[in-house]
């Protein structure tokens, strides 16, 4: 019963911050890389972040590079993304996914949250 359970979206002004939460259950994240992914309306789901198990090396794409922060706890089963100077572009449902290899293509995941919605608007 492999569950990950993403949790920190809301409503936040341009130039603001929120740290998203993605909580792993049935299997223990350091087995896997995790990613973040986003959709937002009439788009594709895209890769944000990803986090790789063996390394711990990161990646991030270019529209969030020095503004979007991926980090790993592994004692509370738990990877985390902190967003900060957020823009009303980066509005969109956030999806954290585990595979094997660490990915932005969401073809590449296996496993997938619900999404937890993150507003960005004035």
């Known amino acids: 019963q492999l569950q990950l359970v993403e949790s920190g979206g809301g409503l936040v002004q341009p130039g603001g911050s929120l740290r998203l939460s993605c909580a792993a259950s049935?299997?223990?994240?350091?087995?896997?890389?995790i990613g973040w992914f986003r959709q937002a309306p009439g788009k594709e789901r895209e890769g944000v972040s990803c986090?790789?198990?063996?390394?711990?090396?990161?990646y991030y794409a270019d529209s969030v590079k020095g503004r979007f922060t991926i980090s790993r706890d592994n004692a509370k089963n738990t990877v985390y993304l902190q967003m900060n100077s957020l823009k009303p572009e980066d509005t969109a449902v956030y999806y954290c996914?585990?595979?094997?290899?660490?990915?932005?293509?969401?073809?590449?995941?296996?496993?997938w949250g619900k999404g937890t919605l993150v507003t960005v608007s004035s």
């Open positions: 986090i790789s198990s063996r390394d711990g090396s990161k």
């Open positions: 049935g299997f223990t994240l350091d087995y896997y890389a």
């Open positions: 996914a585990a595979g094997g290899l660490a990915t932005m293509k969401k073809d590449g995941m296996d496993y």
